[in-house]
């Protein structure tokens, strides 16, 4: 098993930053890829970004040149960097990941991953 344990959400007016934090503990070595995903209250989760140590790094459109993703091995944790905040980014949180060990361009459906933190509240006042 594999526990995720996010941190690091909080509130900030448009424009601001904030870094995410996700910490792995557990069975790591069957992590074969790690992503963020983000729901808002009313809407469907969708993914925000994903990485794959060495071989792949994608994020959603909405989030391109904005968020940077990226993974302390050391640590076993996961960042998600956010800046130029929207009020549009106002979501839960969420950091996943997954152990399919054919995956070489990790994926940014939720279906991919097996395990799920609790969620981090990310709020962006105008």
């Known amino acids: 098993q594999v526990q995720l344990v996010e941190s690091g959400g909080g509130s900030v007016q448009s424009g601001g930053s904030l870094r995410l934090s996700c910490a792995a503990s557990g069975y790591t070595n069957s992590i074969m890829y790690m992503g963020w995903f983000r729901q808002a209250p009313g809407k469907e989760r969708e993914a925000v970004a994903c990485?794959?140590?060495?071989?792949?790094?994608r994020y959603a459109d909405s989030v391109k040149g904005r968020f940077t993703i990226s993974q302390d091995n050391a640590k076993n944790t996961l960042y998600l960097q956010m800046n130029d905040l929207k009020p549009e980014d106002t979501a839960e949180y969420y950091c996943a990941a997954g152990r399919w060990t054919f995956v070489r361009i990790c994926p940014l459906s939720g279906n991919s991953y097996a395990y799920w933190g609790q969620g981090t509240q990310v709020t962006v006042s105008s």
């Open positions: 990485f794959k140590n060495g071989e792949s790094t």
